[in-house]
């Protein structure tokens, strides 16, 4: 097959819905509404995260769902806030109201400082809601035996983090990742810590399926030019990845001929 | 009538149903979400759902979030 044909042919598939484009982006800590919609349509996103909040009796909530929906945006509410499996399933069942799917991002991190899931409350979580029906996207530490755990529970795919959440450290557990992708039959989705479009082609490079990114696009100079960056990154990661990467030496292998022809002219 | 919204004490001039009560608090009927004694009532039972004295409602709206 040609690789052109290949490229196009290559689409995710994650429960009943096609992608086109790997990077999946975050809606949270953008400075205005405005600058959040115009970066998530750079990116050409499709799938965008929301939370879900008490509402505020005293005041009146920004809008923010009708350009996101008038924009085709597929929405994928998580349970951040969630301290339990408990917590994590009333979240989700009350997003599924607010956003009309049954897609979630099952998060689970009671420790406040480090954002860390919980991998117990969120296997417990994602068994619940995947048997109550849900597409269930759990986020979860890069730990290969907890995510094969969660693909048999019925998790559609897997989101292991790079780094703890808006880090913007980059991917520091490359190697669990990579044994995660080696072994995972469902998608693998690398989210949190991805600080720059570097990072998001690297996880691409190693096979990852697709990349959430949120911080990095929200809190850049420019979210719109970062967001069309980390776009630009991860096609071209997926892209190095499909056309299949050379393999590493330690030693020099020398990319011109080492023809003695210097000597021969003396 | 009395009853709890999101912790607040409330009273309702007269009977109403969950999503005359959405109107009524001037609150978005689109991405909220509405649980009575912290059980979810789907959007589709809104309408049949007429709330009682003492019911503990809590209204909860999509917001940006990653």
Same mark, same amino acid.
């Given at each position: 097959m040609l690789f052109e044909e290949m490229k196009q042919q290559d689409q995710l598939i994650i429960g009943d819905k096609h992608f086109h484009s790997r990077l999946f982006t975050g809606t949270g800590k953008f400075n205005d509404q405005q600058t959040m919609v115009a970066a998530l349509k750079a990116s050409k996103s499709e799938l965008v995260t929301m939370a879900?909040?008490?509402?505020?009796?005293?005041?009146?909530?920004?809008?923010?769902?009708?350009?996101?929906?008038?924009?085709?945006m597929n929405l994928l509410p998580n349970t951040s806030g969630a301290r339990n499996a408990k917590e994590a399933v009333f979240a989700a069942e009350l997003a599924r109201e607010a956003l009309q799917t049954n897609w979630v991002k099952l998060e689970i991190h009671p420790d406040p400082k480090y954002l860390l899931p919980d991998p117990i409350e969120t296997l417990k979580a994602a068994e619940a809601? @995947? #048997?109550?029906?849900? =597409? +269930?996207?759990?986020?979860?530490?890069?730990?290969?035996?907890?995510?094969?755990?969660? /693909?048999?529970?019925?998790?559609?795919?897997?989101?292991?983090?790079?780094?703890?959440?808006?880090?913007?450290?980059?991917?520091?557990?490359?190697?669990?990742?990579?044994?995660?992708?080696?072994? @995972? #039959?469902?998608?693998? =989705? +690398?989210?949190?810590?991805?600080?720059?479009?570097?990072?998001?082609?690297?996880?691409? /490079?190693?096979?990852?399926?697709?990349?959430?990114?949120?911080?990095?696009?929200?809190?850049?100079?420019?979210p719109i030019a970062m967001s069309q960056a980390f776009a630009n990154a991860v096609q071209a990661g997926r892209q190095a990845y499909l056309a299949g990467l050379g393999g590493q030496s330690t030693e020099a292998v020398a990319s011109s001929p080492l023809t003695a022809f210097l000597e021969a002219s003396l | 009538m009395k009853?709890?919204?999101?912790?607040?004490?409330?009273?309702?001039?007269?009977?109403?149903?969950?999503?005359?009560?959405?109107?009524?608090?001037?609150?978005?009927?689109?991405?909220?979400?509405?649980?009575?004694?912290?059980?979810?009532?789907?959007?589709?039972?809104?309408?049949?759902?007429?709330?009682?004295?003492?019911?503990?409602?809590?209204?909860?709206?999509?917001?940006a979030g990653g």
């Amino acid at each position: 097959m040609l690789f052109e044909e290949m490229k196009q042919q290559d689409q995710l598939i994650i429960g009943d819905k096609h992608f086109h484009s790997r990077l999946f982006t975050g809606t949270g800590k953008f400075n205005d509404q405005q600058t959040m919609v115009a970066a998530l349509k750079a990116s050409k996103s499709e799938l965008v995260t929301m939370a879900l909040k008490r509402v505020d009796m005293q005041h009146k909530d920004d809008d923010i769902l009708a350009p996101l929906i008038k924009n085709g945006m597929n929405l994928l509410p998580n349970t951040s806030g969630a301290r339990n499996a408990k917590e994590a399933v009333f979240a989700a069942e009350l997003a599924r109201e607010a956003l009309q799917t049954n897609w979630v991002k099952l998060e689970i991190h009671p420790d406040p400082k480090y954002l860390l899931p919980d991998p117990i409350e969120t296997l417990k979580a994602a068994e619940a809601l @995947a #048997n109550k029906g849900f =597409i +269930v996207l759990p986020y979860v530490h890069a730990d290969p035996v907890l995510c094969k755990h969660l /693909e048999t529970a019925g998790c559609a795919a897997v989101m292991p983090l790079g780094a703890p959440i808006g880090s913007n450290k980059g991917i520091k557990t490359a190697e669990f990742l990579e044994i995660i992708i080696e072994q @995972a #039959n469902v998608p693998v =989705i +690398v989210d949190a810590g991805l600080g720059s479009p570097s990072h998001a082609a690297l996880a691409m /490079e190693m096979g990852a399926d697709a990349v959430l990114v949120n911080t990095a696009i929200a809190v850049a100079g420019n979210p719109i030019a970062m967001s069309q960056a980390f776009a630009n990154a991860v096609q071209a990661g997926r892209q190095a990845y499909l056309a299949g990467l050379g393999g590493q030496s330690t030693e020099a292998v020398a990319s011109s001929p080492l023809t003695a022809f210097l000597e021969a002219s003396l | 009538m009395k009853i709890q919204v999101n912790e607040q004490a409330l009273i309702l001039p007269n009977s109403m149903n969950l999503e005359q009560l959405l109107v009524h608090l001037e609150k978005p009927l689109i991405g909220s979400a509405v649980a009575v004694n912290m059980q979810v009532i789907s959007r589709s039972e809104w309408t049949q759902y007429n709330i009682n004295e003492g019911d503990n409602i809590s209204l909860f709206q999509a917001i940006a979030g990653g």
